[in-house]
């Protein structure tokens, strides 16, 4: 199985499995397959039948076409960028095998790179407005000509080291594998409930964006490997950095310093 080495900001190599290429298609089509079902859905229950399209061509309701694209096109359009963005870089599909969207840095991909991934997804787009124009049978010749183009996809991910798609390549991201739901927990957030709580290393607002990022990466790999080796020579790192000094285990150490974060930076 390949896999993702990725040089952190404290010289930390990171391992991600990338996600293999039958595991994407089949989340492709798992994601293709509900835009389908809910494009018939959607159909019957607006218009309380699947395949009267073909005599719009002849006299078009404005109304009607109006109807199909937002409740129809619109939501298929931006399914799989704002499922990307609320699930923490997976689609349906994804989630139900097991991969998801990183950045290339090793931490959560941004708004504006899932977006890059999602405006080259453009040869999809003339399918989910094509078919308010045309019959069930178009549908499927749409399908096909989806298909056609993909091969482009195919190519592009077999032949990239990191089996990367064009999207990816533009937005500097990776589809990886794993193996834990995902959750809050997957993230640099981290609830603060206390009301009194205190800081004790206000320092960690040094940091950058990616230097967060790498803590929780290298605090959730420990966790799952039973190993916090990283998580030493992070914590060493990180006190060299912010001329810091504690006699905490480094696991509780880089807690907290992702705790003093989410608070300071929540009251920014």
């Known amino acids: 199985m390949a896999l993702l ?7 930390i190599d990171l391992e991600f499995e990338i996600a293999e290429f ?22 019957y229950l607006l218009h309380g039948e699947t395949d009267s399209y073909s005599s719009l061509v002849l006299g078009m309701d404005e109304g009607r076409i109006a109807t199909d694209i937002l409740a129809i096109s619109v939501p298929m359009l931006f399914y799989s960028l704002l499922t990307e963005v609320f699930m923490n ?19 959560e991909a941004t708004l504006g790179q899932y977006i890059y991934r999602w405006i080259v997804k453009f040869f999809e787009w003339p399918f989910l407005f094509g078919f308010i124009f045309l019959s069930t049978p178009t549908i499927i010749v749409y399908t ?16 990239t080291e990191k089996n990367q798609r064009i999207g990816d390549i533009i ?6 594998n794993t193996k834990t739901k995902m959750s809050l927990d997957d993230t640099i957030f981290m609830q603060v409930a206390e009301t009194n709580y205190q800081v004790i290393f206000p320092e960690v607002m040094r940091l950058s964006d990616r230097d967060i990022n790498t ?27 912010l001329k ?21 930076a929540t009251r920014e």
């Open 171 to 176: 937005a500097g991201t990776v589809v990886v």
């Open 144 to 159: 096909f000509i989806t298909a056609i183009c993909g091969i482009a996809v195919v190519v592009t991910i077999a032949v």
């Open 215 to 241: 803590i929780k990466s290298v605090l959730t790999q420990a966790s799952k490997r039973n190993n916090f080796d990283m998580c030493n020579r992070v914590a060493d790192k990180v006190k060299e950095v």
């Open 5 to 11: 080495k990725i040089d952190t900001a404290f010289n």
């Open 89 to 107: 870089g997976q689609t349906v599909g994804k989630k139900i095998l097991g991969i998801r969207v990183i950045s290339l840095d090793g931490g």
């Open 22 to 43: 039958h595991k994407r298609l089949l989340a492709y089509m798992i994601d293709y397959t509900l835009l389908i079902i809910y494009l018939f859905m959607m159909k």
């Open 244 to 264: 810091i000094k504690s006699d905490m285990y480094a696991d509780q150490f880089l807690e907290k310093l992702l705790e003093d974060y989410n608070y300071l």
